[in-house]
């Protein structure tokens, strides 16, 4: 509503903030816009969503998969689609947790390399693994969760047409579940765009 970051510096939005409030919880798009409010701020700043990364839903998700598994490290979870803001945070959460992780993306459409570059260096602390697949019935071979999300995110949708064809053989449906373990779990943050990454009911699906 104040126009963070164009009508109004978000520096000067975070000092006035900071008088306010205990904590500030910044949803925006532009990462540096984030960063701006933080570098100024005097109380914490937590990141509820940028165009870079999504860290409250990978912690949401990591939640998910240790009530279900009980350790994260016994938890191979693949990612299937665009390597997103979703896609990356969840690297670095899965990496920090020492679990497996790999993701299965099209040619043009990889986590960003520095992700990948930061995932691998705490997986070399926590004994986490980071793979990368081009086909994604082979990434989820030995997968016991199968995460995916939309194709075309928020400020894409003059990409949709040519995402959509990009991104043909990534859906998550029941042919390609069978190619995953026989008790894998589907995860996706919402919402679906059905008919794409995933086919209508796959929400209501015994494996969701």
Sequence with gaps: EVGLGYREPAEDVARVVSRMADVAIVRTFAQATLEDFASCATIPVVNALTDNEHPCQALADLLTIKEIVGNLKAARVVYLGDGNNVASSLA?????????????????????????????????????????????????????????????????????????????????????????????????????????????????????
């Design 92 to 208: 670095l959460a899965l990496a920090s947790s020492g679990a497996r992780y790999s993701v299965a993306s099209p040619d043009g459409y990889d986590i960003p390399r520095s992700v990948i570059t930061l995932a691998e260096q705490l997986a070399l602390k926590t004994g986490a693994s980071i793979n990368e697949y081009r086909d994604a019935k082979e990434a989820v071979q030995d997968a016991n969760f199968v995460y995916t999300d939309v194709w075309t995110s928020m400020g894409q949708e003059a990409e949709s047409a040519a995402r959509l064809k990009a991104f043909e053989g990534f859906q998550v449906n029941d042919d390609l579940l069978r190619h995953a373990k026989p008790n894998a779990l589907v995860m996706h943050d919402m919402p679906v765009h059905y008919g794409e990454e995933m086919p209508p009911g796959m929400l209501d699906h015994p494996q969701s």
